[in-house]
């Protein structure tokens, strides 16, 4: 054997070699550990923007809902609130197109039982009618 080899025979029978082995672990455990707390805060954050989503727009329906009822009220006053209130909503950010396309057509129906002719309902409230 070579005097490397035999140098390094010796050494990797070493408490030395032992030592080098446990730290190259250590730091192996540490950057898998950190990898997965780097995920699971990732994870963490998608899920509180998700809930946070679902309750604003869960929040949005029932305002709409309030307005709507509003519409249908006898009061004039109440009713522009309504529609007011309406529009405003279906030009927030949390309005997607179906959302506003769904005001619109209850407002069309809203108005066609209060007497005025009913318009086309898509894209209406965003462009500001109501």
Known sequence: ?????????AW?????FGGVAALVAAVIAYRAARRAA??????ADGDRTQRERSERK??????AQWALDLTLSEDTEARTVGFKVLRALAESEWAD??????????????????????????????RGRY
């Open 1 to 9: 054997m070579t005097e490397l080899g035999h140098w390094l025979s």
């Open 12 to 16: 990797i029978r070493s408490p030395g």
């Open 38 to 43: 780097v995920v699971q805060k990732s994870n």
């Open 58 to 63: 869960n929040q949005w329906w029932q305002r």
């Open 97 to 126: 197109e179906h959302e506003a396309d769904i005001v619109a057509a209850a407002t069309d129906r809203a108005l066609e039982t209060q007497g005025s002719p009913p318009r086309s309902p898509r894209g209406r409230l965003r």
